[in-house]
């Protein structure tokens, strides 16, 4: 997982049917920020998205 600013790559991932995604894709178009969009399989989830989404992070 990246962070515009740090040095590294800002990953996007999503679902193409998910409204939240798409308004995010377009709101860092208007910020002019590139990104890598990763599609993601809710049935299998990556290990990038079990790491990034705090839901599943244990202290």
Do not use: T
Not at 6 to 22: N, T
Not at 27 to 45: I, P, T, W
Request: net charge positive.
């Amino acid at each position: 997982k990246g962070m515009a600013g740090c040095g590294g790559e800002l990953k996007l991932v999503g679902m193409w049917a998910s409204p939240f995604m798409v308004r995010v894709q377009i709101a860092l178009r208007l910020k002019g920020l590139s990104y890598e969009y990763v599609e993601e399989d809710l049935q299998n989830k990556s290990e990038l998205l079990l790491r990034s989404n705090p839901v599943h992070v244990h202290l």
